[in-house]
């Protein structure tokens, strides 16, 4: 189970903290991402981050802004965002995936995702 928290509204150029907490037993072996869908358009992939946190992934639109992390002790991954746009209004979601054997290589699309987290709504304004 992926259990996302963090999100909420902000204004243009604030910054917010994503987290997903996740089962230790079942997810640490997996690849794990943020994926993101706003209102008429397709999920795309955000970020993504390996097993052991030896590879991370940006979509390119947050490249600089986003950062990704690990937090192996409390079996949680952190997006931390910042410099937020209009544009990165959308729902959140964590996914996990075991494709690669959690190496994130190549960064998995939404078809090679094993686990959902419910979503959490971003708002910038």
């Known amino acids: 189970q992926l259990v996302e928290s963090g999100g909420g509204s902000v204004q243009a150029g604030g910054s917010l903290r994503l987290s997903c907490s996740y089962s230790?037993?079942?997810?640490?072996?997996?690849?794990m991402g943020w994926f993101r869908q706003s209102p008429g358009k397709e999920r795309e992939r955000v970020a993504t981050?390996?097993?052991?946190?030896?590879?991370?992934n940006y979509a390119d639109s947050v490249k600089g802004r986003f950062t990704i992390s690990r937090d192996i002790t409390k079996n949680a991954v952190v997006l931390q965002m910042s410099s937020l746009k209009p544009e990165d209004t959308a729902i959140y979601y964590c996914?996990?995936?075991?494709?690669?054997?959690?190496?994130?290589?190549?960064?998995?699309?939404?078809?090679?995702?094993?686990?959902w987290g419910q979503g959490t709504q971003v708002t910038v304004s």
């Open positions: 230790g037993f079942t997810y640490s072996s997996n690849c």
């Open positions: 996914a996990a995936a075991r494709v690669g054997g959690g190496s994130c290589l190549p960064p998995p699309g939404e078809n090679d995702i094993d686990s």
């Open positions: 981050i390996a097993r052991d946190s030896s590879r991370v």
